[in-house]
């Protein structure tokens, strides 16, 4: 069993992760339209690019981990993608940097990721061999990712408050180098806190990925975690994704957007010892029903706070829906590879590339959603009152409801467990709650 320093120094490396995830979520759009020079569906465009490419580098780096990688195979992707993924993030924000050369380092800080990605999640089924500890270990990566996603909101909130563009331009460079050496440091202290922990899956090599495919593809409890992953990362982050444009149409000011981020980030930081708590009693799946309907009823209660005071009370909700979501997700997730590896499975890398495929290509459909509103208006003119904004308002409101109640229904209705050969009629309409 991983001690709990293991533990920390590997979910330290949600830290730096969360500095880059948060950035393309949240900012990179409004810097590319509002500093780089993109028009919004050109910027859009690119990062939602970004994402499906990084989805299949997800599957074809997870296969090949699985298939042909040692035992220290992880380790090396995140030796390799740290410096790549961090130096290129730097360089996204050099304020000398437009044009083809901010879509160059976009692309390499993508591959970067996509390395670290693969081998840091993956080593979550090592490091995590109990569902009591897959909960314990997702709610301190969540920990440091809240504190990641908070830096973010720090740092806009700071930038967009200077007044001159160039200063602007200047701050997001200097921000930008000490979110890529947090990046590089944080990675780096994962793979060497975990460079000990026993691989999770068995001796035998996979034969080819039709049959691997084949086994993630019997494991039902994997296939539901998909389907809610799509909707998670596609549909319910839109509002995330539109929290500058939101404060330049709610307030006037798009640095609200980095105030409104601290307020989710710490607020899902500190409700996580309750969850975690919660999860003594019960089941990832059962939180993962308690999440979804809290974060329904803070984005219909944000709708009517949209111009008043009162709206860091929704956002707080909102930070509280964000950490049960996540935290049960990986959970569920671990449990399910576990299981799948119990089962006579003996791929770990393969299922996690799936569902980080899964996840991303659904955020680069968010994202092309999201850049086609923002594409609808004007932005030149942010006081205007003869501009209609209610479309924008529909799509990043309205679009994350509607995902909160899909994933509810997927949720509750798909069945919990793999049904063995003999009981697979029975157990089919088994319910998660």
């Known amino acids: 069993m991983p001690s709990l320093a293991i533990k920390l120094g590997y979910s330290g490396g949600n830290l730096g992760k969360s500095i880059v995830w948060a950035s393309f979520e949240?900012?990179?759009?409004?810097?590319?339209?509002?500093?780089?020079?993109?028009?919004?569906?050109?910027?859009?465009?690119?990062?939602?690019?970004?994402m499906f490419w990084d989805a299949a580098a997800d599957v074809g780096v997870a296969y090949l981990a699985d298939r042909h990688g040692k035992a220290g195979a992880l380790g090396r992707l995140i030796l390799l993608g740290a410096?790549?993924?961090?130096?290129?993030?730097?360089?996204?924000?050099?304020?000398?940097?437009?044009?083809?050369?901010?879509?160059?380092?976009?692309?390499?800080?993508?591959?970067?990721?996509?390395?670290?990605?693969?081998?840091?999640?993956?080593?979550?089924?090592?490091?995590?061999?109990?569902?009591?500890?897959?909960?314990?270990?997702?709610?301190?990566?969540?920990?440091?990712?809240?504190?990641?996603?908070?830096?973010?909101?720090?740092?806009?909130?700071?930038?967009?408050s200077l007044g001159d563009p160039s200063s602007q331009r200047t701050a997001f460079a200097t921000c930008a180098m000490v979110g890529g050496t947090i990046y590089i440091i944080t990675l780096i202290t994962s793979m060497w806190a975990t460079r000990n922990v026993p691989t999770a899956r068995s001796e035998?090599?996979?034969?080819?990925?039709?049959?691997?495919?084949?086994?993630?593809?019997?494991?039902?409890?994997?296939?539901?975690?998909?389907?809610?992953?799509?909707?998670?990362?596609?549909?319910?982050?839109?509002?995330?994704?539109?929290?500058?444009?939101?404060?330049?149409?709610?307030?006037?000011?798009?640095g609200w957007g980095g105030t409104a981020l601290m307020t989710i980030t710490l607020s899902q930081a500190a409700s996580l010892p309750v969850w975690i708590w919660l999860s003594r009693i019960r089941s990832a799946p059962q939180i993962l029903t308690i999440a979804y309907a809290i974060m329904g009823f803070a984005i219909v209660v944000l709708a009517f706070f949209t111009k008043a005071s009162l709206d860091g009370v929704p956002l707080a909700i909102m930070g509280i829906a964000h950490a049960g979501m996540n935290m049960a997700i990986w959970a569920m997730l671990t449990s399910a590879v576990q299981g799948g590896i119990a089962e006579g499975g003996s791929t770990e890398a393969l299922p996690v590339g799936l569902?980080?495929?899964?996840?991303?290509?659904?955020?680069?459909?968010g994202n092309l959603l999201f850049a086609s509103a923002v594409a609808s208006q004007d932005w030149r003119c942010v006081a205007c009152t003869d501009i209609d904004r209610t479309p924008f308002l529909l799509t990043v409101l309205g679009l994350p409801l509607f995902g909160c109640f899909a994933a509810l229904v997927v949720n509750v209705?798909?069945?919990?467990?793999?049904?063995?050969?003999?009981?697979?009629?029975?157990?089919?309409?088994s319910a998660v709650w």
């Open 26 to 50: 949240s900012f990179l759009l409004f810097y590319m339209v509002k500093f780089a020079g993109f028009s919004p569906l050109t910027a859009g465009g690119l990062l939602a690019a970004m």
């Open 413 to 429: 209705s798909m069945p919990r467990h793999s049904p063995s050969p003999r009981a697979e009629t029975s157990e089919r309409s």
């Open 355 to 365: 569902f980080l495929a899964t996840l991303k290509a659904a955020s680069g459909i």
């Open 204 to 254: 035998e090599r996979p034969s080819n990925f039709m049959t691997m495919f084949g086994a993630l593809r019997r494991n039902l409890p994997y296939r539901k975690i998909l389907v809610l992953i799509a909707l998670q990362a596609g549909l319910i982050p839109m509002f995330i994704r539109a929290l500058p444009f939101f404060g330049e149409i709610a307030r006037g000011d798009a």
């Open 83 to 160: 410096p790549l993924c961090g130096i290129s993030y730097w360089l996204i924000f050099a304020a000398r940097l437009n044009g083809a050369i901010v879509v160059a380092v976009v692309v390499l800080c993508r591959v970067g990721y996509t390395l670290c990605d693969i081998g840091h999640n993956t080593l979550l089924i090592r490091v995590a061999p109990t569902p009591r500890g897959a909960t314990t270990v997702s709610g301190l990566r969540l920990i440091f990712s809240s504190a990641g996603a908070g830096i973010v909101g720090l740092a806009s909130a700071h930038i967009l």
